[in-house]
């Protein structure tokens, strides 16, 4: 189960190619929430913290170029995985604006699991400083002692 524990959002208006994509991320072990446009998914992405996004490339409303330049400006760390029918390559465009994969529709369900698994684990190594814990400065000034009677102390 190469998902296990990881949140990812599919956001497709084709509501079988979406029912699609749901099944086969659950059945590897994703837990998936769904939008059918680019508006709803980004409402989404303001609820949820994503390991990963999968958006379909001509979304309405916001498609999924907007919808990766807005998820890159508020949430860089999440990757973005785009779906089309129309594009068989990533261009350098959608590359430099930080899609992680882009999948041709028709896919082969190893083909999504792959590129998915690929942008959650770059998205990961990429931002591995931001996931670590925060240390606390250190003190520089001596702590001050409290002077007189505590207030409720008696």
């Keep these: 189960m190469n998902g296990y524990g990881k949140r990812v959002l599919v956001a ?3 509501g079988g190619v979406r029912r699609l994509i749901v099944t086969l991320l659950h059945q ?3 837990n998936v929430h ?3 446009d680019g508006m709803e998914a980004l409402v989404e992405m ?7 996004v999968v958006a379909e490339y001509s979304l309405p ?8 330049l807005l998820s890159r400006m508020m949430w860089p760390e999440v990757p973005v995985v785009l779906l089309s029918a129309d594009l068989t390559d990533l261009p350098l465009t959608l590359q430099k604006q930080g899609a992680s994969a882009l999948v041709p529709k028709p896919f082969a ?9 690929e942008a959650v ?15 606390l400065p250190e003190p520089t000034e001596p702590a ?9 102390a008696d």
Excluded: I, N, T
């Design 12 to 14: 497709d208006d084709e």
């Design 121 to 135: 684990a770059s998205g990961y190594a990429a931002h591995a400083g931001d996931m670590s814990p925060q240390r």
């Design 144 to 152: 001050v002692a409290l002077q007189g009677p505590v207030a409720g």
């Design 109 to 117: 369900p190893q083909e999504l699991l792959q590129a998915l698994a």
């Design 46 to 52: 303001k609820k949820w913290r994503f390991d990963a």
């Design 61 to 68: 409303r916001l498609d999924g170029v907007r919808l990766l």
């Design 28 to 30: 590897a072990g994703y």
């Design 34 to 36: 769904q939008a059918a």
